[in-house]
Every structure is written in C-alpha cells, then in structure tokens.
C-alpha cells in the first residue's frame, strides 16, 4: 500500500537549518506532484511547498527564498531544504502527493516530522 515517510526534523536555532525529506513507496512516484505543509498548534495545515511531475516548483510567500523543494524520481523522495529558520517555521511538517494515476484524483500524506526552531 501506499506509503510516504518523513524524516530529518529537529531542534534547531533561530537562523539554522535542517533537510527534509519524504521516502514514498507503492506509487509511481514520477507521476505525482509533491509537496510540504505544515501545521502548528492550533492551526491550519498549511502549504509550504510543491514541486510537480515537469519540476516547478512553487513556494508560499514567507518561506521564499529561505526554503528549496526538490525531488529525486529515481529514489521516490522529494526533500524541503529550509534555511534561516524562525520560530514561526515550528510545526509538524506533512509530505504529500496527489496524482491522477488512473484519471481518478488522489491525495496521499504522511504521519509528519516535527520542526522545533528555538529563540
């Protein structure tokens, strides 16, 4: 069945970074466009970051310039680089994938990573 993994989150500081990443199994991964979110105590899910099948890529204005998606077809991942990193960036980050593999919609998520950024 289908699965997506996220590992590398952390503690870090205020202007560290850490590196994301998302292992899917069970997909045709280079089918997918693949994204981030992320959601915080007492808020929304968020989007964070996409990266489609053709590789454009596609950021929320405060993560931009600051955060990279990128993706590798040949290992199903797909990784957020994030640089500078703010308080505010503290969530439960989400990889995602969504797809028409079958001329069906769908939508697949993982079970998150924790991002704690310290002041």
């Known amino acids: 069945q289908v699965q997506l993994v996220e590992s590398g989150g952390g503690l870090v500081q205020t202007g560290g970074s850490l590196r994301l990443s998302c292992a899917a199994s069970?997909?045709?991964?280079?089918?997918?466009?693949m994204a981030w979110y992320r959601q915080a105590p007492g808020k929304q899910r968020e989007s964070v970051a996409t990266?489609?099948?053709?590789?454009?890529?596609i950021y929320a204005d405060s993560m931009k310039g600051r955060f990279t998606i990128s993706r590798d077809n040949a290992k199903n991942t797909v990784h957020l680089q994030m640089n500078s990193l703010k308080p505010e960036d503290t969530a439960v980050y989400y990889c995602?994938?969504?797809?028409?593999?079958?001329?069906?919609?769908?939508?697949?998520w993982g079970q998150g990573t924790q991002v704690t950024v310290s002041s």
């Open positions: 069970s997909i045709i991964f280079s089918i997918y466009d």
């Open positions: 995602n994938a969504a797809g028409r593999p079958f001329g069906v919609y769908v939508n697949y």
């Open positions: 990266i489609t099948t053709g590789g454009r890529t």
